[in-house]
């Protein structure tokens, strides 16, 4: 491939998608409590519980002194059942996060609930030896305390609430915050609401996700009870594992696209929960279908109804009287699309076509960019003549590569695409270069992707469930991943027209395919034993891998042709085993994972540069020790294969093609000295690049602010870090367009301008 590009600035050939970039947030990783949301104090409502997970309790969170119980005689509200009851002398102690952060001169506001038999005063400290007050609390019926401390200096300790020898009080919602410069307590944690502003999204979706369906119908996230003051709000388990506070709910949600300057775009279930529930996809009841179905016009009444209506009027109770504007609704999340999703699906968009056809309806299309469940969401979406599709995809950077004019093919008259979560699976450099790759070819078909959104957006270190993220941070730090500033550089600089553009001097990149490659096993959880081993005819000693081995090599293999079965037996251990045909990381090889998860499924992965990509799932039942089960593994050039006990699981073809590494994409706007051309350009390719953008059509002199991000290698970075790298910004001027060097693994966003 040359080291000399010339990217041709060509005609406006549509309109740019003027939404085309926004937010998903969803209260997973600590995303919210603990994180976006500035509440200090973890389990204020002592609400934790063990069904929630194994090592949760109503005091999580808490240390004791002395006599404290938690009980749930006469509560604070019937939605807020526990609280702490501390008889003298006690305390009780709450860490927040990983300990609560005190800055020296910043103010907090602590505000609790208490109540007593006599007249008692507690003595709160923020310690050790940070900040302390006193409250008094009247003997009686729950009242509302609220004091301001000022640490004295920056550290991380605990927030003490003490009562005396030989009195009593009860304590709930125990609440710490820090103050706006209002006076105000603040809803959101500052430096990551300004993490969030600076990618200036046009949208946030919310609040899920798999949130939003819920893990069974009981767990179905319903907006009602994520309004009004926070006592009186449902608390819940979090489908991931942990508990939700609803300290951010809908009113919050939409507080903070007001404070994003975006518009919103909730997500309803679509009826039925998610798929993997207990028991499988449940769907809501018939005879509660009709008041469901209400709940979710009443939340478009809440966002837009006027105050004259019932539930706009809730919402200026709340003090916003303006209404929020809602304009899109997502409905549905990942779905089985099975009879009872259609059917409940159908009904709920019908009825908010009826009462409100200036709501443009999501659908969804499963949770991935392929198998049954996208086959067949799609003709259904088609047939319903829904707007708009959910998609989801996260692949291997190999998969973007090769993907870019994947929309390219879609039918432009609809229904038009949302790309609700989408990543590059790891938080290196590679990916984030390939995440912006595609970008560029999401914003080349504006006629079919109108919506997109990175997924997950954040993850507190030590508290994640989900890899990559966006957005990673503790208790006083903001990791921003190399995807972030990618993202930030596609939001930041947009345009109004998309222009064609001529790329010369880039090649597709193949990878070199090795002779032969090893069929290797490994078992990371048990003890399997490969019995009757028969390789193209040939027969193979029988093998036994065990935990905490690499596994055996079984033969040499032909990469592209090869026939290869055993039978497997699991003698102890939980899960299952991998079967790999391919070289080890950083080749690629295809993987065959059966029983990996929880003794259930098959699942075939292609992996590529140490990362996986998912190709195909069949479900199967768990995996029993001493059960031998017969597997067959056929690869013929691009098509695989897989067998078990005689039953076709798998039938697939791989994507061989190219990549394209080198990339160009443009977009024009209007300025106040003339058109203005944004140019993204991607080299993720070991070489540098001496780079020529040409306006041939508008000739003249040409001035240029250039954001890059260059300098690490395409393996640099990991989750949980920062970026190992920053975009710097530089100016270039030039003549009928400009000229620039483009490093290796680097991506540059440039906007060009007449000079001056």
């Known amino acids: 491939m040359s080291n000399r590009i010339t990217v041709r600035v060509g005609a406006a050939v549509a309109d740019a998608a003027p939404e085309l970039w926004g937010l998903f947030i969803e209260d997973l990783n600590d995303a919210l409590d603990g994180g976006l949301n500035a509440e200090l104090v973890r389990n204020g409502d002592f609400e934790f519980d063990p069904s929630e997970r194994d090592d949760f309790h109503h005091l999580t969170g808490w240390t004791t002194e002395g006599a404290v119980e938690v009980r749930t005689a006469s509560p604070l509200h019937p939605n807020n059942r526990h609280h702490a009851s501390l008889s003298g002398p006690a305390a009780v102690a709450n860490s927040g996060w990983d300990g609560i952060r005190a800055t020296a001169g910043e103010r907090l506001r602590l505000s609790l609930f208490a109540r007593a038999t006599a007249p008692t005063r507690l003595t709160v400290t923020i310690g050790p030896g940070l900040a302390s007050t006193e409250l008094d609390v009247a003997p009686g019926e729950w009242r509302r305390l609220e004091a301001d401390l000022t640490p004295t200096a920056t550290a991380s300790g605990e927030l003490r609430i003490a009562v005396p020898a030989g009195a009593d009080a009860d304590l709930d919602a125990v609440s710490l915050r820090p103050l706006g410069e209002d006076g105000e307590p603040l809803q959101f944690r500052p430096d990551l609401l300004q993490a969030l502003k600076d990618l200036a999204p046009s949208f946030v979706r919310f609040p899920g996700g798999c949130l939003a369906h819920g893990y069974g119908l009981a767990n179905l996230y319903h907006w009602k009870d994520t309004i009004g003051p926070r006592w009186k709000r449902v608390q819940t388990r979090n489908i991931w594992a942990y508990h939700q506070s609803r300290q951010i709910g809908y ?36 005879s509660q279908m009709d008041d469901y179905i209400q709940d979710v016009l009443d939340l478009i009444e809440f966002a837009n109804g006027g105050p004259e209506t019932r539930w706009g009027a809730k919402r200026a109770e709340y003090g916003h009287p303006e209404p929020y504007g809602l304009r899109h609704l997502g409905v549905g999340n990942e779905d089985e699309i099975t009879d009872d999703f259609r059917d409940r699906y159908a009904r709920i968009e019908d009825a908010v076509r009826e009462a409100h056809p200036e709501i443009t309806v999501i659908g969804t299309s499963g949770p991935a960019t392929h198998g049954p469940d996208f086959e067949a969401g799609w003709p259904y979406a088609r047939e319903r003549g829904t707007a708009i599709v959910d998609e989801h995809g996260y692949h291997s950077p190999r998969w973007l590569h090769q993907n870019l004019d994947r929309y390219a093919a879609y039918d432009p008259e609809g229904p038009q695409v949302y790309l609700g979560e989408y990543a590059g699976c790891t938080s290196r450099v590679r990916s984030a270069l390939a995440e912006a790759a595609y970008m560029i070819g ?5 006629g079919v992707v109108r919506l997109a959104s990175y997924a997950p957006l954040l993850a507190r270190v030590g508290h994640s469930q989900w890899t990559p993220d966006l957005i990673y941070f503790t208790a006083d730090e903001v ?28 090649a597709p990149s193949t990878r070199p395919v090795p002779e032969t490659v090893p069929a290797h096993v490994r078992a990371p959880r048990a003890t399997v034993a490969f019995n009757d081993i028969v390789v193209d005819g040939r027969a193979i000693p029988d093998a036994v891998a065990v935990p905490g081995d690499d596994g055996v090599a079984l033969a040499e293999i032909d990469p592209s042709a090869v026939d290869i079965e055993f039978t497997a037996i699991r003698r102890a251990g939980s899960d299952g085993f991998e079967l790999r045909l391919g070289s080890d990381d950083p080749l690629g090889s295809v993987r065959l994972h059966l029983g990996m998860s929880q003794g259930r499924d098959t699942v ?32 013929d050039g691009p098509r695989l294969q897989v067998w078990i006990d005689g039953n076709l699981h798998h039938d697939l073809e791989q994507d061989l093609r190219p990549e394209q590494r080198v990339v160009a994409g443009a977009l024009s706007r209007g300025g106040t000295g003339g058109t203005e051309y944004v140019v993204r350009l991607v080299n993720a390719e070991d070489t540098e690049k001496t780079v020529r953008i040409e306006l041939g059509h508008d000739p003249g002199a040409v001035a240029a602010d250039v954001e890059l991000l260059a300098g690490a290698g395409p393996d640099d970075g990991a989750f949980f870090e920062a970026s190992p790298v920053l975009p710097v910004r530089v100016a270039v001027e030039g003549e009928d367009g400009i000229d620039l060097v483009l490093p290796p693994w680097s991506f540059a966003s440039a906007v060009l301008r007449p000079a001056a």
Do not use: K
């Open 251 to 286: 009113t919050e949600y939409f507080e903070l696209c007001e404070a994003l300057g975006a518009t919103a775009i909730p997500i309803v279930a679509a009826g039925v929960c998610c798929q993997n529930s207990p028991g499988g996809q449940h769907a809501i009841a018939e």
């Open 442 to 446: 999401m914003e080349r078909n504006p």
């Open 479 to 506: 990791r921003r991943s190399a995807s972030y500033y990618v993202q930030r550089a596609f939001g930041a600089e947009r345009g109004e027209r998309v222009r064609a553009v001529e790329l010369e001097g880039a």
């Open 604 to 635: 075939v992965f292609r992996r590529d540069d140490g990362i996986d990509d998912w190709l195909s799932t069949r479900r199967r039942p768990e995996w029993s020790d001493g059960e031998p089960v017969r597997v067959r593994v056929r690869l």
